[in-house]
């Protein structure tokens, strides 16, 4: 009998991983997920958290995608090693922070690593030529291959006629024909293709999940990594980058404000971490101080929480300072005026 040959499809939860594994399946392959956890793409983790966002749903879309096509999904955190692709990226940075042809080489990197000892015979990837324009050029492509040490066990599924043949259609594991040649930034092919198959349930095509994209969060982590001097991060860090306002009146401190009900839920779970503000004569915002603060510090940080609160155009609000130490001591301060919160201030 002819041994039936196994794929390991990268998948993040788009709809180019989805199809790529799904053509790859239709062929008679054994096809399994592997889902590489970096800390950047959590896209249900802020969903989750703010009432704005109670709408859309609350999963994993790597797991969804796995789920949709009947594959088994590997989920493999890379969070540790994964921080010399951000902070140092050979290729260099996108718009942003987003170092997408060195992830790319990492990513498939890791994989390589993987199917060595699980009996794997080659790599999926949802990848289209001119779809990214850092990290799906034909000549960055190439670079992916060398680089991750993949050789000819890569397979691009979606864009495969546009590409040389590989290993596995040389074989005859897959069969070329049944491959596309799609290209360029449209996603109307794969949206049709989708609908061929009878999928119409998944990710926003082109919508991607990584905050590293994102120029907000980018300046948030700039500023981070300037504050400390060091271009370094903890889990921690890059997940409360995503929460709240972020203002910095002070180079030595920033506030983390909350905007809702449900960041300052989150936020209180890192009161052991940071000084903390409460409201207590008005409703309004828990506030973290992030670095560290004299009393002239806090008074400012606290003028500026209170311009968040209810009490904005009170005389006075009350408010709690806690300390790291689990002391507290109640603030009596004006709450500063709309005018006087610089627009630098806002990260």
């Keep these: 009998m002819t041994k039936q040959r196994r794929a390991l499809a990268l998948i993040s939860g788009g709809l180019d991983s ?53 594959i088994k999904l590997h989920i493999i955190d890379v969070s540790e090693s994964y921080k010399d692709v951000v902070i140092n990226p050979k290729h260099g940075y996108g718009a942003n922070l987003n170092p997408c042809l060195d992830c790319k080489c990492f990513m498939v990197g890791k994989a390589v690593e993987w199917i060595g000892g699980h009996g794997f015979d080659f790599i999926i990837t949802g990848e289209v030529i001119g779809q990214r324009p850092m990290s799906q050029r034909r000549d960055t492509m190439r670079i992916v291959v060398r680089e991750s040490q993949v050789g000819e066990r890569l397979l691009r599924p979606l864009c495969a006629k546009n590409l040389p043949p590989t290993l596995p259609e040389l074989e005859g594991w897959v069969d070329r024909d049944k491959l596309y040649g799609f290209s360029g930034r449209s996603r109307k092919p794969q949206m049709a293709l989708a609908k061929q ?28 990594w300037q504050a400390r001097g060091s271009r370094e991060y903890e889990l921690d860090d890059i997940m409360l980058l995503k929460v709240g306002r972020h203002l910095r009146p002070r180079p030595h401190f920033k506030l983390i404000i909350g905007r809702e009900e449900g960041e300052n839920n989150f936020l209180q779970g890192y009161r052991r971490r940071f000084v903390q503000l409460r409201m207590i004569s008005h409703p309004g915002p828990l506030t973290l101080l992030d670095g560290e603060t004299g009393p002239e510090d806090r008074e400012l940080a606290a003028r500026i929480a209170a311009r968040f609160s209810a009490g904005r155009e009170a005389e006075q609000v009350e408010m709690q300072l806690v300390d790291k130490d689990g002391s507290e001591r109640a603030l009596q301060v004006t709450p500063m005026p709309v005018a006087d919160i610089r627009s630098e201030w806002y990260l």
């Design 18 to 70: 989805l199809l790529a594994a799904r053509v790859v399946q239709e062929q008679g392959i054994h096809v399994e997920g592997v889902n590489f956890y970096t800390g950047f793409c959590v896209e249900g983790h802020t969903h989750a958290i703010r009432k704005k966002d109670r709408a859309r749903p609350k999963r994993n879309n790597a797991l969804w995608v796995a789920e949709q096509i009947g």
């Design 197 to 224: 198959f009878g999928l119409t349930d998944y990710a926003q095509p082109a919508g991607g999940c990584c905050f590293l994209t994102d120029e907000a969060y980018s300046r948030k982590l700039a500023d981070l």
